[in-house]
């Protein structure tokens, strides 16, 4: 977990400035912390997800699988 301040918002981009001894930023889609302003305080977590990881890794082998199908027909 690192804690970080909103410093600024810039069209539709968040800048966050890490409280790391080597102060650092951070730049988020500001769509997905609509109630997250300037000034804010935030908690910035970033768990692996071996589960999903293996779910999407399915779903793309799918739509490539599919691709190629659609490529092959189309010569």
Avoid: C, W
Wanted: aromatic share 2%; charged share 35%; net charge negative.
């Amino acid at each position: 977990m690192v804690l970080a301040t909103v410093d600024r918002i810039e069209d539709d981009v968040m800048v966050l400035v890490t409280h790391t001894e080597s102060v650092q930023e951070i730049l988020l889609p500001r769509i997905l912390f609509e109630n997250i302003y300037e000034g804010d305080v935030v908690r910035v977590v970033v768990e692996k997800d071996e589960d999903g990881k293996e779910e999407i890794e399915k779903q793309i082998g799918e739509m490539r699988k599919e691709i190629n199908v659609t490529s092959m027909r189309n010569i």
